[in-house]
């Protein structure tokens, strides 16, 4: 059983930075790709960015391309989520999850099979 823990949110005003971390154990980190999703009250999770296995290609939505990055370190099974520019819009519970290796569609939660309990992101006007 993998286990996946964020960390790194808070409070931040519009314009500002906030680097979230997501730490894995339990399995194989390297050998699953892992992505970044994001839900804000009443509105459905949606994709944020994904990067593969390998860490050579990554994935963004389109609102936040330019302004986050993803990345991850499988010598210590973290992976990041550097966020710049941020906009009241941004604010969210963030969640990172684990997505075998086979999977191409980075954007569909439903493909990820394990899942963190998330860090609150609140952004000021």
């Known amino acids: 059983q993998v286990q996946l823990v964020e960390s790194g949110g808070g409070l931040v005003q519009a314009g500002g930075s906030l680097r979230l971390s997501c730490a894995a154990s339990?399995?194989?980190?390297?050998?699953?790709?892992m992505g970044w999703f994001r839900q804000a009250p009443g509105k459905e999770r949606e994709f944020v960015a994904a990067i593969t296995w390998t860490g050579v290609s990554t994935y963004y939505a389109d609102s936040v391309k330019g302004r986050f990055t993803i990345s991850r370190d499988n010598t210590k099974n973290t992976l990041y989520l550097q966020m710049n520019s941020l906009r009241p819009e941004d604010t969210a519970v963030y969640y990172c999850?684990?997505?075998?290796?086979?999977?191409?569609?980075?954007?569909?939660?439903?493909?990820?099979?394990?899942w963190g309990r998330g860090t609150q992101v609140t952004v000021s006007s």
């Open positions: 999850a684990s997505i075998p290796m086979y999977y191409r569609r980075y954007e569909t939660p439903s493909l990820y099979d394990h």
């Open positions: 339990g399995r194989a980190f390297s050998s699953y790709g």
